[in-house]
């Protein structure tokens, strides 16, 4: 599994854009769909994106949906969650996942359960 280290987060107002990063190492990123997760204070950890080994297809939650693009660059060995128009439920802890996948072209949003190597989390939050 690769080790996983999210950057990017950070404190923003409203209406807002950050852009979060996630870097890989010690497995080939191609082998890996990646899914991106954030927890609130008080709540579950929730599914917010998923993008494919290829980068060629992605998906995102309702709540991200037309918000939120994910992207990999596989020979850097890194993801990226660009986020903009940022709200204040935006708030949380955002993950990056890997799973191990044999279909390099599709992703669909899932459980945490799917996903067997974690980053640590960088904190967002979203506030006036």
């Known amino acids: 599994q690769p080790q996983l280290v999210e950057s990017g987060g950070g404190l923003v107002q409203p209406g807002g854009s950050l852009r979060l990063s996630c870097a890989a190492s010690?497995?080939?990123?191609?082998?890996?769909?990646i899914g991106w997760f954030r927890q609130a204070p008080g709540k579950e950890r929730e599914a917010v994106s998923c993008?494919?080994?290829?980068?060629?297809?992605?998906n995102y939650a309702d709540s991200v949906k037309d918000r939120f693009t994910v992207s990999r660059d596989n020979d850097k060995n890194m993801i990226y969650l660009q986020m903009n128009s940022l709200k204040p439920e935006d708030t949380g802890v955002y993950y990056c996942?890997?799973?191990?996948?044999?279909?390099?072209?599709?992703?669909?949003?899932?459980?945490?359960?799917?996903?067997?190597?974690w980053g640590q989390g960088t904190q967002v939050t979203v506030s006036s």
């Open positions: 996942a890997a799973m191990r996948s044999s279909d390099w072209y599709t992703c669909l949003i899932s459980s945490s359960d799917d996903y067997a190597a």
């Open positions: 010690g497995a080939t990123l191609i082998y890996f769909r």
């Open positions: 993008i494919s080994n290829t980068g060629t297809a992605t």
